[in-house]
C-alpha cells in the first residue's frame, strides 16, 4: 500500500510510520513542514529503508500537496499534521486556525480532486483517516460517563476548537461528496520521542535536571493515558477495517490525575537513578503547584467500545509498563533532546 503521513516527524505520526514500513512493509511518504515540534531523530530507524521518502511540505501549500499525489499516487492519507500543545494555543491561536483548519481543507480538496480521477479499483481502495483528539468534546463532570463518539462537540481552547472545526470538514467532505474518510478521537498519548514540552516528558526531563516540576492547579485535573504504539495500531486497524464516514474513539481506560502521574513518574525514577540531583532523596520533592491554565478541562475520559466490539482493537500496553518504557527512554535519550527550560516555569500537557 502507498501511504501518505501528513505530521509523520511528529510524536504520533513517527510512531506510526515506524510500524507501517517495519511491521506492514507498506511504502510511505511523509509531509511534514518540520515545525519545531517535529524530529527526524524520529524517523533514523526507517529513513535508510526503499520504503521511505520525506518531503518537507506545509499542508496548507495545495500546489505542492497535487504534484505529491500525482507523483505518489497514495492508497492512504493519515493527517496527523497538527499544531497540538494547548498553551501554544493559548498564547498564538492564529497558526492553529491555519494549520489545524486550513491545512485540513487544503488536504481535502487536493483529496478529493485525485480520488475523483482515479480507476474505480483505486477509488474503491482510497481512504483518508483524519487523527483528532478527545478535547473536542470538552470537560467531563466526575460522575460523567466517558466520551462515546456520539457525544456532542463542545471544545474550550483554541487547539481543541480549530480541531473540532477541522473534524466538521472532514465530515462534510464525506457527507456532500462521498470522499471516503475515517475519523479518530484519542485521549492523552505518552511514549518515547514526544516533544518536551507535554506533560508527561518535560517532568521525566526537568527532574532529570533537579528543576521543578510544576503542576497547573491542584493537580486534580483527570486524563485518560494511551501508548502511542497501541494508538499507531488502532489507526491501523481503522483505515483497513473502520468503515467510511464513521468515527472511532481510542483510549486505554486509564483515568489518572495530573498529580498521580507525576507521583508515578517520581517513583520510577527513585527506583531507577542511583544519583539523584542537587540532594535531593525523592524525585517527588521536586513537586511544586502553579496558577491554573485558563479554561483548564477538568475531565476527558474516553470511551473505546465502539472500536473494541467493531474492529477488535483492544490497547495491549499498561500504564505502568508503558510509563517504565518512556521514562527508561528519556533517561538514555536526555543528552540529545532539546532543552525547554524557558518554558518550564509552567506545567505543559
Ligand atoms: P506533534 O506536535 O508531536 O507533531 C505534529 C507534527 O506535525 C510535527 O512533526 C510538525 O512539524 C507537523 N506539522 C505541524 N504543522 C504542519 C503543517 N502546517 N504542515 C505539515 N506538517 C506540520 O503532534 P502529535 O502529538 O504527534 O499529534 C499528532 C496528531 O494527533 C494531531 O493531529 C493531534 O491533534 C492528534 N492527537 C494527539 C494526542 C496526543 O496526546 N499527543 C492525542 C490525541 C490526538
Not at 481535502?108 to 480507476?119: F, G, N, P, T
Not at 487523527?131 to 463518539?149: A, C, M, Q, R, Y
Not at 511514549?191 to 521543578?212: C, D, H, N, W, Y
Not at 483492544?314 to 508503558?322: I, L, N, R, Y
Request: aromatic residues 10%.
Amino acid at each position: 500500500m502507498k501511504t501518505i503521513v501528513t505530521g509523520g516527524a511528529g510524536f504520533i505520526g513517527s510512531a506510526l510510520v515506524r510500524k507501517l514500513i517495519k511491521s506492514l512493509e507498506y511504502e510511505v511518504m511523509v509531509l511534514d513542514s518540520l515545525t519545531y515540534a517535529s524530529q527526524m531523530d524520529s524517523l533514523e530507524e526507517v529513513s535508510e529503508s526503499e520504503l521511505f521518502s520525506f518531503s518537507e511540505t506545509d499542508i496548507c501549500d495545495s500546489n505542492s500537496l497535487i504534484e505529491i499525489y500525482e507523483t505518489f499516487q497514495p492508497d492512504f492519507v493519515f493527517n496527523l499534521a497538527a499544531e497540538t500543545h494547548v498553551d501554544r494555543s493559548i498564547d498564538s491561536p492564529e497558526l492553529f486556525l491555519k494549520t489545524n483548519i486550513i491545512g485540513t481543507f487544503s488536504l481535502l480538496e487536493v483529496s478529493l480532486k485525485y480520488w475523483r480521477h482515479l480507476d474505480a479499483t483505486s477509488k474503491d481502495k482510497f481512504r483518508f483517516l483524519h487523527i483528532s483528539t478527545d478535547e473536542v468534546f470538552g470537560d467531563l463532570k466526575e460522575n460523567e460517563p466517558p466520551f462515546k463518539e456520539t457525544n456532542n462537540y463542545d471544545p474550550s481552547s483554541p487547539y481543541s476548537a480549530s480541531k473540532a472545526s477541522s473534524d466538521h470538514l472532514v465530515r462534510a467532505w464525506h457527507r456532500t461528496y462521498n470522499l471516503p474518510v475515517l475519523l479518530s478521537n484519542c485521549s492523552n498519548n505518552y511514549g518515547p520521542f514526544q516533544f518536551t514540552e507535554k506533560l508527561i516528558p518535560l517532568m521525566i526531563v526537568s527532574a532529570l535536571r533537579g528543576l521543578k516540576l510544576p503542576i497547573y492547579g491542584n493537580g486534580k485535573q483527570i486524563r485518560d493515558w494511551l501508548f502511542v504504539d497501541d494508538h499507531a495500531d488502532a489507526l491501523i486497524k481503522i483505515i483497513h477495517e473502520g468503515l467510511v464516514g464513521e468515527s472511532y474513539n481510542i483510549g486505554a481506560s486509564c483515568e489518572k490525575t495530573n498529580l498521580e502521574v507525576v507521583e508515578e513518574i517520581c517513583n520510577v525514577l527513585d527506583e531507577t537513578q542511583d544519583t539523584k540531583p542537587n540532594g535531593i532523596k525523592s524525585f517527588k520533592e521536586l513537586i511544586s503547584f502553579v496558577d491554573d491554565r485558563p479554561g483548564h478541562d477538568q475531565r476527558y475520559a474516553i470511551d473505546s467500545s465502539k472500536i473494541n466490539k467493531e474492529l477488535g482493537w483492544h490497547a495491549v500496553e499498561s500504564f505502568q509498563s508503558g510509563l517504565r518504557k518512556t521514562v527508561d527512554w528519556y533517561c538514555e535519550a536526555i543528552e540529545k533532546l532539546p532543552y525547554q527550560g524557558e518554558r518550564i516555569g509552567k506545567s505543559r500537557e
